[in-house]
């Protein structure tokens, strides 16, 4: 089946892709070459990584990295139980064993001595030591490692080394294109087309914004979140303050000029 045809497949998760990442990530698993996706908050990345797991039939492990992951959160510990000390894998173990894609979602919010237990799978040796076990496990030819951060909400003290980024092909996502995002809002929601348009329109005021009034910019997430709670009968104004303002800032202030933005949208 064809990449354009499995698009429309019901045993896919919806993603409409906005460039050649289909193409870059197949290419990427087929050589046995680690990924980094670089975008903002909420454009879609581990979307197109759950859709890219399931159109190439490879089991999925999720870790949503944080300040407190360790090597062991990762790669596995002992534990004490009844019958005494046993061994239990960790996400990524649990990955090179199955031959699955592993998914590091926001990995320099990780410690730097934790992502250094990514190096040796991220070369041509393609392993992972495991020291507490004595085991050396060399990754099959299905497994895929998978890492994202969003480069925009960076600081000193939590980049990714470039020592690490140079390991990875990359690819860089950003917000769909407005026709695009109408498409995803349409197709996740099933929202008409007249209030999907209207919700990106007020998105693309949102996102000049960012980096004067607001950290973070309005996501195509917060957009599908507005665009449901509108879709189950929830008043207009109100999703968007509960959806797409509220979500973004704690100033009231700033609240309140963000809602006169939504209310210029709508005309209310």
């Known amino acids: 089946m064809t990449a354009l045809n499995k698009l429309a497949d019901p045993e896919l998760p919806f ?6 990442e289909i193409t870059l990530f197949r290419y990427a698993y087929r050589h046995q070459l680690p990924l980094l996706i670089k975008g903002p908050t909420g454009c879609g990345k581990t979307r197109f990584i ?3 797991a399931a ?30 000390t046993y061994w239990t894998d960790g996400p990524l173990t649990r990955a090179v064993r199955e031959g699955a894609i592993c998914y590091l979602d926001e990995v320099v919010e990780a410690r730097k001595d934790t992502t250094v237990v990514l190096h040796p799978l991220t070369d041509d040796r393609r392993i992972l030591p495991i020291e507490r076990t004595g085991e050396l496990l060399r990754a099959p030819k299905e497994f895929m490692l998978v890492v994202s951060y969003n480069p925009g909400y960076q600081n000193l003290l939590k980049g990714m080394k470039p020592s690490t980024r140079q390991r990875f092909v990359a690819q860089r996502f950003d917000f769909p294109e407005p026709e695009l995002e109408v498409r995803v ?15 990106v329109t007020l998105a693309t005021s949102l996102r000049t914004l960012k980096d004067h009034d607001l950290e973070e910019a309005a996501s195509t997430r917060l957009l599908v979140y507005a665009a449901t709670l509108t879709r189950g ?17 704690d100033d009231g202030e700033t609240t309140g000029a963000l809602m006169e933005l939504v209310h210029a949208t709508f005309g209310g």
């Not at 993603?15 to 050649?20: A, F, V």
């Not at 949503?64 to 360790?70: P, V, W, Y």
């Open 185 to 199: 809002l349409q197709g996740e929601t099933g929202i008409d087309e007249k209030m999907a348009r209207r919700l």
């Open 55 to 84: 159109m190439l039939g490879r089991p999925l492990h999720t870790v949503a990295c944080h300040d407190d992951l360790t090597a062991a959160d990762l790669v596995g510990r002992y534990l004490i139980g009844e019958g005494g």
């Open 233 to 249: 009968g929830y008043e207009s104004l109100e999703a968007c303050r509960a959806a797409l303002v509220e979500p973004l800032t």
């Open 50 to 52: 759950q859709y890219m």
């Open 15 to 20: 993603y409409k892709p906005q460039g050649n």
